[in-house]
T-cell receptor, first 115, second 112 residues
């Protein structure tokens, strides 16, 4: 079975500081990994994904994430946080080797960027 | 127009009533999903469909049913709504396993 853990319910960071939102996963094979963002009263928006290749993935709005196979992690990062980055962030995984399976999401991490 | 459209956007219904949430997409994707979002629980999968003839239960399918009327349409029904089905419901679509899913704006359902 596949699963995702986002160990922090809430992350607070000052504007201009670097931010990290943590994600660890569990799959029986190799993963496809995704990050989504949800702004208030909106649907989920895709930020970035890891499929294969370079472990450092760059995405929308200056976000990036690093795939670490040994630690089974895919942490989301941004060098300099903006107040407008405040939102709910979801990590998701799909097992590459298990055929047709849907995305499994973590419980989400609320990011608050303080001016 | 949005790629994934959900109707209604908001709905209040009474316990015991039947309600249908509709989803349509213009992405041309075969795969469609219904998720439910509750505070602190993230998104949980209710049902999914990989093509018109394929329907699969997710982790929380009890009390729900679905219909895939066409490639572009996937409806979720609550046969007899109960208050703990109050939640935000999302429809999503995707193409292949290594591609991202696209989400609708969500339906906020309240069962009183």
């Amino acid at each position: 079975a596949q699963s995702v853990a986002q160990p922090e319910d809430q992350v607070n960071v000052a504007e201009g500081n670097p931010l990290t939102v943590k994600c660890t996963y569990s799959v029986s094979g190799n993963p496809y990994l995704f990050w989504y963002v949800q702004y208030p009263n909106r649907g989920l928006q895709f930020l970035l994904k890891y499929i294969t290749g370079d472990n450092l993935v760059k995405g929308s709005y200056g976000f990036e994430a690093e795939f670490n196979k040994s630690q089974t992690s895919f942490h989301l990062k941004k060098p300099s946080a903006l107040v407008s980055d405040s939102a709910l962030y979801f990590c998701a995984v799909r097992d590459r080797n298990s055929g047709n399976t849907p995305l499994v999401f973590g419980k989400g991490t609320r990011l608050s960027v303080i001016a | 127009d949005a790629d994934v459209t959900q109707t209604p956007r908001n709905r209040i219904t009474k316990t015991g009533k039947r309600i249908m949430l509709e989803c349509s997409q213009t992405k041309g994707h075969d795969r469609m999903y219904w998720y439910r979002q509750d505070p602190g629980l993230g998104l949980r999968l209710i049902y999914y469909s990989f093509d018109v003839k394929d329907i699969n239960k997710g982790e929380i399918s009890d009390g729900y049913s679905v219909s895939r009327q066409a490639q572009a349409k996937f409806s979720l029904s609550l046969e007899s709504a109960i208050p703990n089905q109050t939640a935000l419901y999302f429809c999503a679509t995707s193409d292949f396993a290594n591609t991202e899913a696209f989400f609708g704006q969500g339906t906020r359902l309240t069962v009183v």
